[in-house]
């Protein structure tokens, strides 16, 4: 005697659902209330697990991550109140970078106000923040470049990385390095030196396109905090105890 235990095996999954589907109908509300319960505590558990994953893994795909950190200026006011500002002035990083040898490369990053940015090629005009970078920005962080040389891209004066999205918008093709835009009414064109692969959203940098350091031929930025000798050693001091 032959016995098709494929055809048994689809007879007895049929009849589990359909003794399921009656136990449905017969207790229509607590059905109801399991499945609305069922499916608000997966939903639940899928978003807080997004959630933590996002936190634990933001700013962490840089290969250097664990060794990279960020200055934060504490401020107290007249009145007691105290303040936290993600970032401090120009001196501070180049003080501690000579000053300090346990400081490997530091990056700059600054915004100043937003710009007419326009392909030469093209003339498509478009409203962008001037942001400036130390050439340190493209070696202590690893963002990928599709175009260009990261240990030159940011210092040379007038030249500029543009994300691919930008350069889509700009020009229509991410092929553009070498490719010119002009800013504002300057009369000097920046030329595009490399292009970065569109930052992922769990970073806490991102720009559309950010021009040299060098570029800025004011240096009144650069003296935005005067530190003299005896508070440099101060500073080194604090830095030093806090790194104990």
Known sequence: MSIDVTTNLKSMIRNYFKIAFRNLVKTKVFSFINIIGLTVGITGFLLTA?????????????????????????????GGKQTKIAGAGYQVSEKGKKDLPEIKDVARLATFSRINVMATENNRVFYEDFTIGSPGLLTVFDFPLMQ??????LTLPQSAVVTE???????????????TLQIGNDTLLYKI????????????ISFNIIFSESSV????????????????????????????
């Not at 260009?148 to 891209?153: I, L, V, Y």
Request: hydrophobic share 35%.
């Open 165 to 179: 999205a930008t350069a889509r918008k700009l020009f229509g093709t991410t092929q553009v390095q070498g490719k």
């Open 193 to 204: 030196s490399g292009v970065l692969r569109d930052f992922p959203v769990n970073s806490s």
């Open 50 to 78: 997004l959630y933590i994953f996002d936190e634990l893994t933001f700013d962490r795909f840089h290969k250097n991550a664990s060794n990279i950190y960020r200055l934060v200026d504490n401020r107290t006011s007249d």
């Open 217 to 244: 031929t004011n240096d009144n930025f650069k003296k935005f905090i005067s530190i003299v000798k005896e508070r440099i050693i101060s500073l080194q001091s604090k830095i030093e105890i806090f790194l104990l």
């Open 148 to 153: 260009g040389d990261r240990n030159s891209a």
